[in-house]
């Protein structure tokens, strides 16, 4: 199955800043996106009247910035480390002190003081 030759424990992974960004933007044009058409869904069938260009224009950067306050508050909470065992990508959050990794199927004790994560089955 699995040669458990690598480590009891690994590092927390910090991305690169260019590809955070690029993740907080796109993540933040889809819910925009997501968000004008749910503000027009719900708010179309109650106006009789054309809605004017300058309120929908006015409109928009107010949505893009509740867009990007909901995505940046929900992506700092995610933290990314590699399986000790596996090597495989995992993504947990600060709710609990453990996590199983569904490819070899070990349970990993969360160390947030020290940014790791670490193997408490294995005995070296």
Do not use: H
Request: net charge positive.
């Amino acid at each position: 199955m699995f040669s458990y030759k690598k480590n009891k424990e690994s590092e927390f992974l910090n991305e690169p800043p260019v590809l955070r960004y690029v993740k907080l933007t796109l993540l933040t044009f889809v819910l925009w996106i997501y968000f004008i058409f749910l503000v027009w869904a719900s708010v179309s069938p109650f106006v009789s009247s054309n809605i004017k260009l300058n309120f929908f224009f006015g409109s928009l950067p107010v949505l893009f910035v509740i867009a990007f306050s909901v995505v940046y508050f929900i992506y700092r909470q995610y933290f990314v480390s590699s399986c000790p065992n596996c090597g495989k990508k995992l993504f947990f959050t600060n709710v609990r002190d453990y996590i199983r990794c569904f490819k070899c199927g070990r349970f990993l004790k969360i160390d947030f003081q020290n940014k790791k994560l670490i193997d408490v089955e294995r005995k070296d």
